[in-house]
């Protein structure tokens, strides 16, 4: 099955710094990467997608690169914010099938 | 649009007694998926269910644990006999065909055994 690698496991930066989270997958069928985002004690929600037949997809301070050839994907927070702190996750979906898998997370602080 | 609907947001049971979580998807989703998250750990998928069918059950464990999505009303996840172990949070989300949108998690459902 599909085995999902996060790093770092944790990520202190200052106010307006960038951030940038790193992952890779295992199943070349991948073609969907979705991040989500964790505040303390709440559900995981949606802050970015994307596909295999997209290179790079950009929302506002926050973007996602995919690399297919090397099987990795990465999220990168420019500017942060205080309410940027919480725990990401990324994760891969084998084509065709909707069974998503998650990373360990990355607990992102930023310091004001 | 009401979202993903879990309940109870907390539940406590004893060593032995049983724990059942319930799951209701948003409105136009027929895919259920529920996953475990141990404190300070990650979403462990568990089992991925459509009406009626078990899809996936690759990451439930073989005893105790149990799951459907009857025709009418919500999924379940049962947990028979618990033990401290099974003290977790457990999420509930579902997607429409071809994760259009991803998934939408529930707020999901905070079980201690004590």
């Known amino acids: 099955g599909e085995n999902v690698e996060q790093h770092p496991s944790t990520l202190s930066v200052q106010e307006g710094d960038s951030a940038v989270i790193k992952c890779t997958y295992s199943d070349s069928a991948s073609n969907y990467f979705p991040w989500y985002k964790q505040e303390l004690g709440k559900r995981p929600q949606l802050i970015i997608d994307i596909r295999s037949n997209v290179g790079e997809k950009k929302d506002q301070r926050i973007a996602v690169t995919l690399n297919k050839t090397a099987k990795h994907f990465s999220l990168h927070i420019t500017e942060t914010q205080p309410e940027d702190s919480a725990v990401y996750f990324c994760?891969?979906?084998?084509?065709?099938?909707?069974?998503?898998?998650f990373g360990i997370g990355t607990k992102l602080q930023v310091i004001p | 649009n009401a979202g993903v609907m879990q309940n109870p947001r907390h539940l406590v049971r004893r060593r032995g007694q049983e724990a059942r979580l319930r799951c209701s998807p948003m409105?136009?989703?027929?895919?259920v998926y529920w996953y475990r998250q141990l404190p300070e750990e990650g979403l462990k998928f568990m089992v991925y269910l459509q009406k009626e069918n078990i899809i996936d059950e690759s990451g439930m464990p073989k005893e105790r644990f149990s799951a459907e999505f009857p025709k009418e009303g919500p999924s379940i996840l049962r947990i028979q006999q618990v033990v401290r172990g099974d003290s977790a949070a457990y999420f509930c989300a579902s997607s429409p065909e071809g994760l259009r949108g991803g998934y939408t998690f529930g707020s999901g459902t905070r079980l201690t055994v004590v």
């Open positions: 994760a891969a979906s084998p084509g065709g099938y909707q069974k998503v898998t």
């Open positions: 409105k136009g989703h027929s895919h």
